[in-house]
């Protein structure tokens, strides 16, 4: 009955592989997110969709792309990884977040190698 | 822009005192402001939010913050800390007319408990 789930929890892989994230809720919110949490504990912003809309996109690398199929999923694809990839990407979901915040998954580690 | 300047990346209190953890914020329109806390290894889990309802609000696990446009605060507290208190604290601001129900956040303070 998990709200906010993200696979996998953990991901170590080599520099110049392409890997994915993927997120779901059960919750019925409308918007999800990828944040990125570096080293510092620092969250950024990277992508917002609303109903399956990309309304966010921060200043990411292009190797980066997030795909929602429908409402209840956003996953992140990174092309060519590489080392400043390592971080906990935390996917989110909302209804109204201006009013209630946001629901997060517990993070995906990504170690690049 | 909004931000929020969450002042001392680390507090260290012992078991059973006050927990303060400030946060300061800039906004051109009053604010909406959320504390967050994370866990080691976990997400983000929301402990209180101001939506310009009552300054005064109350979370879970015995915090509340305090909402002061004057000094463009929003500072958490607990009466008394407890082991289980020990973790990362997160300040976020959003604002009205935020596209996509972006939510900016603080730098953390890291919460200490000493026994």
């Known amino acids: 009955d998990t709200a906010v789930s993200q696979t996998p929890k953990y991901l170590v892989t080599q520099m110049g592989n392409d890997k994915s994230i993927k997120c779901e809720q059960n919750l019925g919110h409308d918007t999800m997110y990828w944040y990125k949490q570096d080293s510092k504990k620092f969250l950024k912003i990277m992508f917002s969709?609303?109903?399956?809309?990309?309304?966010i996109n921060e200043t990411v690398p292009n190797r980066f792309s997030p795909k929602s199929p429908d409402k209840a999923h956003l996953n992140l694809h990174i092309n060519s990884l590489e080392l400043g990839d390592s971080a906990v990407y935390f996917c989110?979901?909302?209804?109204?977040?201006?009013?209630?915040?946001?629901?997060f998954g517990s993070g995906t580690r990504l170690t690049v190698v | 822009a909004q931000s929020v300047t969450q002042l001392g990346s680390h507090v260290s209190v012992s078991e059973g005192a006050l927990v303060l953890l400030r946060c300061n914020y800039s906004?051109?329109?009053?604010?909406?402001l959320f504390w967050y806390v994370q866990y080691p290894n976990q997400g983000l889990q929301l402990l209180l939010k101001y939506t310009s309802a009552a300054t005064l609000v109350k979370g879970i696990n015995g915090f509340e913050a305090e909402f002061k446009k004057s000094e463009t605060s929003f500072h958490l507290t607990k009466p008394s800390a407890h082991m289980s208190d020990a973790a990362e604290y997160f300040c976020?601001?959003?604002?009205?007319?935020?596209?996509?129900?972006?939510?900016?956040f603080g730098q953390g303070t890291e919460l200490s408990v000493k026994p």
């Open positions: 906004s051109s329109v009053p604010p909406y």
């Open positions: 976020a601001v959003s604002d009205h007319h935020n596209q996509g129900g972006k939510l900016i």
């Open positions: 989110a979901s909302s209804f109204r977040a201006n009013l209630y915040g946001y629901t």
């Open positions: 969709y609303n109903n399956k809309e990309l309304i």
